[in-house]
């Protein structure tokens, strides 16, 4: 019993070390469009996603089918996320993580376009403490041509981004647990809920 379940698991992850690939091409401006291709075990494993489309208003004036109305409540306190970007040590576990993931992902004919606001220049200013840096070193790079830009007076996100990536899936899913195992994650989310208590 003892061997078949190390088998595998030992199958389970050689799975996960083989390289995915996949190319992309997707946009959002009033709605998300896109459309991806998926390739594994070096193109044996081909999957042609169909490209999918969000929903938007109707241009006829009506309500959109998917706006939600919240009742405000006075006496409670208004959850305040970005508690955590005044945190250095949270800021600089984030780029770094982005930068493991940057280097980890095999980047071909990359292009990138993101507009960010969160109609507060203060609250866009805190966001962009995390993204400028990052922004800064990416437009830099010569696998990608990368442009992020921060929006200060309006509540915006665009994004339109195409090209090709192979990664592997096992060092995708280390990354990501050392980060969510990190002490500073967490401390920055005890913050947050200290802030919203």
Do not use: C
């Amino acid at each position: 019993m003892l061997t078949g379940v190390v088998a595998f698991l030992l199958v389970f992850i050689a799975l996960l070390a083989i390289p995915v690939t996949l190319s992309y091409q997707v946009s959002w401006q009033r709605a998300f469009q896109g459309k991806v291709k998926l390739q594994w075990a070096f193109g044996l494993v081909r999957i042609d996603l169909p490209a999918f489309q969000s929903k938007t208003a109707s241009p006829q004036g009506e309500e959109p089918t998917q706006t939600i109305h919240r009742k405000r409540h006075p006496s409670r306190k208004r959850s305040n996320p970005l508690a955590v970007i005044r945190q250095k040590a949270f800021r600089r576990r984030i780029i770094r993580f982005i930068h493991d993931l940057w280097h980890a992902v095999h980047k071909r004919d990359v292009s990138l376009r993101i507009r960010i606001g969160l109609g507060d220049p203060a609250d866009t200013g805190q966001l962009w403490a995390i993204v400028g840096p990052v922004a800064g070193i990416l437009a830099n790079v010569q696998q990608a041509s990368i442009e992020i830009e921060p929006e200060f007076f309006d509540t915006t996100f665009e994004l339109d981004s195409s090209g090709n990536i192979r990664l592997i899936p096992l060092q995708m899913i280390y990354l990501t647990l050392a980060l969510l195992l990190s002490p500073s994650v967490w401390q920055g989310i005890k913050q947050m809920r200290k802030a919203e208590s």
